[in-house]
């Protein structure tokens, strides 16, 4: 856990934190990934912020170191999945935005594979053990997904999820259901 007395933060909030414009959108990206609460969204506004300045460090330097420690922060981008291809550029770098980590954390990856209903039960699943990368049970929502890992990520063993999978609520039914009064479709998944 580490020495309390040396402790420090990871994120960095908004300097102007009560602009509407901010207020709605940091509220938009908490529902649609599920965060449990802004300093969350802070962080991974962070980490892509420190990325970015990285790259930009990179423009100063002399030509062969640059494209020595290009190679490397690409790499690690490309690995952690930030980045489409290993022939990305300082640019593609630069445009990244905090959407990106937030679809690479293991909240939102184990919500798209289907292995839970919404993004909320998907932390649940995390929190309570019932999911494992690459045999291990991760018991942290936010856990960072490389690119290699996503391909392990599944029920642990003993959990009861493991042999049957959560029935998916069709979402095109859901909005008519509401609209008009009707049923809810439900599917296997």
């Known amino acids: 856990m580490g020495d ?37 969204l802070w962080l991974a506004r962070t980490v892509i912020r420190e990325f970015r300045h990285m790259a930009r460090g990179l423009l100063a330097l002399p030509p062969a170191e640059r494209a020595v420690r290009e190679k490397q922060l690409i790499n690690k981008l490309y690995k952690m999945g930030l980045l489409k291809s290993q022939q990305s550029t300082v640019d593609d770098i630069l445009g990244l935005r905090e959407e990106d980590l937030l679809e690479r954390r293991l909240q939102t990856i184990v919500f798209k594979k289907g292995l839970a209903r919404t993004i909320y039960q998907a932390r649940q699943l995390i929190a309570h053990g019932h999911i494992v990368v690459k045999g291990t049970r991760v018991t942290s929502p936010g856990y960072i997904v490389q690119r290699e890992e996503e391909d392990t990520i599944d029920y642990y063993p003993t959990s009861p999820f493991k042999g049957h999978p959560p029935t998916v609520v069709n979402q095109n039914a859901q909005s008519s259901s509401q609209e008009g009064g009707g049923e809810v479709n439900v599917e296997q998944a």
Not at 10 to 38: D, F
């Open 4 to 40: 309390p007395r040396k402790s420090r933060k990871k994120w960095e909030g908004p300097g102007l934190p009560w602009i509407k414009e901010v207020l709605r959108q940091e509220q938009e990206l908490m529902g649609r990934y599920g965060l449990r609460n802004k300093r969350e």
